[in-house]
């Protein structure tokens, strides 16, 4: 039988968060180059994956997701005094568990830095708060308060950690580099005309942004929203322009990047003949902080009124599936989704909607989403927070009344 050399000796226990292919591929190695027995060892990891290889290997095996609410818990018979925690995972933050291997006096090492879950992607969140840059910050802050505590080895994070390092700087060149005015672009039209001007390859309606090696390669929804398309623009100036509050509008609060603000003036084939105000009720769903979705769960349009009556008593504003758009019934203004608005509302009401993915497409920014709906596998109650399974025309009458009452005593 092959020897291989075991460079040190660790009398101590061993946990593992996470086993994917990295903690798959680690354990063998770590078996085979460290004093360690594999009772020393436990995994603590979020699903199935990797349990036969840690049976092979003898190593006990907890599935248990770890979560804000829980690590704490299921950690703390595991990591003590002496211990090694060998964090291998996603969606589980290295902050938290940094801090709990200092409180017990446990190593650390990690392979990244991770947020809990929707760290990166919560928009109640600037962009900068979200990026690895931000997360390294936090780690090495905690220098400052621990100052005795256990040796934490973490790495920087590449995607976006490092890139954005570079990211900042690549804008500033490609500003300096190609010397042209790029004006003030607010809009789609504006970016597009820009991307023209720059002779740079454009993608709209872009909802994510992330750096792959030596590419930028944009997310964007693809056929009807139900699936993601990845786009990768080849050109040497790129231009993305990503989709209405995607990311929120904070200046960034990491690094020495600069907001640089020049002027557009860029020459149309379109001439404006003549600007007229749309006909019919004009809603600005984009900016309203509530908003009652109605869909085809209303019988007839004069079943809207429950909406209506809803939608006042909370304040909000309707909105409504295309389907009803499609009837006539509510105005194209009120589309939410594909093919209307992309809201963010700090509420969102379904009522009567099933929760197909074009629709909610429109809807999934929304810091909270609540769904009224008689079928209890519609799908929109997969996306929301709050439900009730109920007939409308029953819930709603009942709801108005309550949101009143207690209007009525605030
Ligand atoms: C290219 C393309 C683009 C599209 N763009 C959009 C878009 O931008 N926005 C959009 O909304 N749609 C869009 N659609 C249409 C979309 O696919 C769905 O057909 C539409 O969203 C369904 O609307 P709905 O939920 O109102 O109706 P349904 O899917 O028919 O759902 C009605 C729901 O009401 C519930 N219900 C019925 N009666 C009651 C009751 N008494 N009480 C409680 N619940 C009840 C039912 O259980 C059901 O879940 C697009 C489609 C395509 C192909």
Redo the contacts with the bound molecule.
Sequence with gaps: MTQYPVHVAFPGRLIFVGFGSIGQGVLPLILRHVGIKPDQITIVTADEAGEKVAAEYGVRFVKHPLTRENFKSVLDPLVGRGDFLLNLSVDVSSIALIQLCWEKGALYLDTCIEPWPGGYTDPTISPAKRTNYALRESALALRETMKRAPTAVLTHGANPGLVSHFVKQALLDIATDTGVEHGDPGSRDDWARLAQKLGAGCVTDVNALVVEGDDLVAGRYAF??ATVAREKVTTPVKVFAVMPKTFSAEGATAGAGAVQTPSLTVESRVKVVDKRAKEGDHVNLDAAPLIVG??????AREDLALGDELAGALGAVVG?????ADFEWLGEDR??????AKTAPDLYLS?????????T??VSSAKLIAA????KD?P?FKLADYGIV????E?VPRLTEEVKKARAGS
Excluded: E, M, P
């Design positions: 009807g929203g109605v869909g085809r769960g209303f019988n409504c599936t295309k389907s009803l589309i939410i989704g594909l093919s209307g009522v009567g909607i099933s929760g197909q993915v074009q629709h497409v429109g009224i709906n008689k079928d519609a929109i109920g007939d409308l025309f819930v």
